[in-house]
């Protein structure tokens, strides 16, 4: 006798054809990994006939020592014959995975892993790819408590030599997301810099692309007034090839351009920068800083910093002095904090708006399914335009990448510490920044907060008087 994992699932009603209809109006499509994954959130899936259904367990909250292993059923080897209700059944079973690997039921991540085999395909759909990319996940997580066989296996594998940074470049030539948020960036410090025409410093914390920076410069150069008596650029970046070649593509534009311009790099990553004097910031100067998704990797690291009461005066008290109290913070937040004392008239902060700074795996991984499975489908869209080695360029070695932090990396080795809008908005706020709303005869920060596809800015805007 064939068995299999027989599944109930929510039979193709109107309702099903009302929301294919209002898909025109930003609904996900029928058939994404977007769709599916909402599909899944909402669909019932009893274990059906007399045998339990360990995932329902594991999903419903029961205990999962309670389940016997010899009423586990066997691997299915038949699955429902509908599309739909196949990419329910695999978004179903990658929770239930995630739920069984947090409990440490490694019969039953055996046995889901062997499923999602069965269902996902790294050569598939944008839902097979996705289930695929997560499943390798799950695997290396499974395996790398196991210090020898991982030695042996060569696991996990790294990057080959520029493999992110060339994804990263494919990425955005495939989606618009980041290259929208440089375009705003641009327009947003060209307009803060209106009135400024001797020095302007620009300062990339990290993220941006050349072009961007090429579009600055004629955006300055374009400008009715004319472009500034000099503008500075100063780039944080690891790789000393790209710096030079940024460099000689800017001052060659700027020339052009009769832009007097003075380009600073910084090599080195922004978990290495160790403080804000590598940055040139002078003062007096009318300053920017932009960020772009990179604040997040400071996340992961807590600090203890001394923290002095105030009084309703805004001055510190006498006895203050002799006992100082001290706070836990993130890096993220004193680096914010730290940015806010340079008296910037702009920060722009891009970030990933997702919920995945949480330390449970259940969660996290829920969180992050929906989220990739919406660039699993930008991806997708970019398909006629581009090549299939660029896009599994793209999945392999960046957002696969990121995946497998977000499952397998713990404490301060997960750096994919994406946070929702709301969030980054309160420790903008934290940090001294102000809501627009508060503007106040100029002496607050605006922020405006705008959410562009899967990424979130945060513009900040003030002065230097800041109350």
Same mark, same amino acid.
């Given at each position: !006798?064939?068995?299999?994992?027989? @599944?109930? $699932?929510?039979?193709? &009603?109107?309702?099903?054809?009302?929301?294919?209809?209002?898909?025109?109006?930003?609904?996900?499509? $029928?058939?994404?990994?977007?769709?599916?994954?909402?599909?899944?959130?909402?669909?019932?899936?009893?274990?059906?006939?007399?045998?339990?259904?360990?995932?329902?367990?594991?999903?419903?909250?029961?205990?999962?020592?309670?389940?016997?292993?010899?009423?586990?059923?066997?691997?299915?080897?038949?699955?429902?014959?509908?599309?739909?209700?196949?990419?329910?059944?695999? @978004?179903?079973?990658?929770?239930?995975?995630?739920?069984?690997?947090?409990?440490?039921?490694?019969?039953?991540?055996?046995?889901?892993?062997?499923?999602?085999?069965?269902?996902?395909?790294?050569?598939?759909?944008?839902?097979?790819?996705?289930?695929?990319?997560?499943?390798?996940?799950?695997?290396?997580?499974?395996? $790398?408590?196991?210090?020898?066989?991982?030695?042996?296996?060569?696991?996990?594998?790294?990057?080959?030599?520029?493999?992110?940074?060339?994804? +990263?470049?494919?990425?955005?030539?495939?989606?618009?997301?980041?290259? $929208?948020?440089?375009?705003?960036?641009?327009? &947003?410090?060209?307009?803060?810099?209106?009135?400024?025409?001797?020095?302007?410093?620009?300062?990339?914390?990290?993220?941006?692309?050349?072009?961007?920076?090429?579009?600055?410069?004629?955006?300055?150069?374009?400008?009715?007034?004319?472009?500034?008596?000099?503008?500075?650029?100063?780039?944080?970046?690891?790789?000393?090839? %790209?710096?030079?070649?940024?460099?000689?593509?800017?001052?060659?534009?700027?020339?052009?351009?009769?832009?007097?311009?003075?380009?600073?790099? @910084?090599?080195?990553? =922004?978990?290495?920068?160790?403080?804000?004097?590598?940055?040139? @910031?002078?003062?007096?100067?009318?300053?920017?800083?932009?960020?772009?998704?990179?604040?997040?990797?400071?996340?992961?690291?807590?600090?203890?910093?001394?923290?002095?009461?105030?009084?309703?005066?805004?001055?510190?008290?006498?006895?203050?002095?002799?006992?100082?109290?001290?706070? =836990?913070?993130?890096?993220?937040?004193?680096?914010?904090?730290?940015?806010?004392?340079?008296?910037?008239?702009? !920060?722009?902060?891009?970030?990933?708006?997702?919920?995945?700074?949480?330390?449970?795996?259940?969660?996290?991984?829920?969180?992050?399914?929906?989220?990739?499975?919406?660039? %699993?489908?930008?991806?997708?869209?970019?398909?006629?335009?581009?090549?299939?080695?660029?896009?599994?360029?793209?999945?392999?070695?960046?957002?696969?990448?990121?995946?497998?932090?977000?499952?397998?990396?713990?404490?301060?080795?997960?750096?994919? +510490?994406?946070?929702?809008?709301?969030?980054?908005?309160?420790?903008?706020?934290?940090?001294?920044?102000?809501?627009?709303?508060?503007?106040?005869?100029?002496?607050?920060?605006?922020?405006?907060?705008?959410?562009?596809?899967?990424? !979130?800015?945060?513009?900040?805007?003030?002065?230097?008087?800041?109350?």
């Amino acid at each position: !006798m064939v068995e299999r994992a027989a @599944v109930d $699932l929510p039979p193709s &009603s109107g309702r099903d054809k009302g929301k294919a209809s209002r898909n025109k109006r930003n609904r996900p499509e $029928l058939g994404s990994s977007s769709a599916a994954v909402e599909a899944a959130a909402a669909a019932a899936m009893p274990w059906t006939g007399n045998q339990p259904n360990p995932y329902a367990l594991l999903l419903g909250g029961s205990p999962v020592a309670a389940v016997p292993l010899a009423a586990v059923p066997p691997a299915p080897v038949e699955y429902p014959a509908d599309e739909r209700e196949r990419d329910i059944l695999l @978004v179903r079973l990658l929770q239930s995975t995630a739920d069984a690997i947090a409990c440490g039921m490694f019969h039953l991540i055996n046995r889901g892993l062997g499923w999602v085999a069965d269902l996902a395909s790294p050569d598939g759909r944008s839902l097979q790819r996705l289930a695929s990319a997560f499943a390798e996940a799950f695997a290396l997580a499974f395996v $790398l408590p196991c210090d020898g066989v991982c030695r042996v296996l060569q696991l996990p594998q790294a990057a080959p030599p520029g493999g992110v940074a060339a994804a +990263r470049q494919r990425f955005r030539a495939m989606c618009p997301f980041v290259r $929208l948020a440089g375009a705003a960036a641009n327009l &947003s410090v060209v307009e803060a810099m209106e009135n400024e025409g001797r020095v302007v410093h620009v300062v990339d914390l990290g993220g941006a692309d050349t072009n961007q920076w090429v579009e600055l410069v004629r955006l300055f150069a374009a400008r009715s007034g004319g472009p500034p008596r000099m503008l500075r650029l100063t780039v944080v970046n690891e790789a000393e090839d %790209f710096l030079s070649a940024t460099a000689m593509y800017l001052n060659a534009e700027a020339q052009r351009l009769d832009v007097t311009f003075q380009f600073h790099p @910084v090599q080195s990553s =922004i978990d290495a920068l160790t403080g804000v004097g590598p940055l040139g @910031v002078i003062a007096g100067q009318a300053l920017a800083v932009v960020a772009t998704l990179q604040i997040h990797r400071l996340l992961a690291y807590e600090i203890t910093t001394p923290f002095y009461p105030i009084d309703g005066n805004g001055k510190r008290p006498a006895a203050a002095e002799q006992s100082t109290q001290h706070t =836990i913070t993130t890096r993220a937040d004193a680096l914010l904090r730290t940015i806010r004392g340079l008296s910037p008239k702009l !920060m722009i902060l891009t970030e990933q708006e997702a919920d995945l700074n949480v330390a449970e795996l259940q969660p996290r991984v829920w969180s992050a399914l929906n989220y990739y499975a919406a660039l %699993f489908d930008a991806v997708e869209e970019s398909a006629p335009l581009v090549s299939p080695l660029d896009r599994a360029c793209v999945e392999r070695w960046l957002l696969g990448e990121e995946i497998r932090d977000i499952v397998t990396c713990k404490g301060t080795a997960r750096w994919e +510490r994406h946070e929702k809008l709301e969030r980054w908005a309160a420790r903008m706020v934290a940090a001294g920044f102000a809501p627009a709303d508060q503007l106040n005869q100029g002496k607050s920060i605006p922020v405006s907060l705008s959410c562009i596809a899967s990424h !979130m800015e945060i513009h900040s805007d003030g002065c230097q008087n800041f109350e």
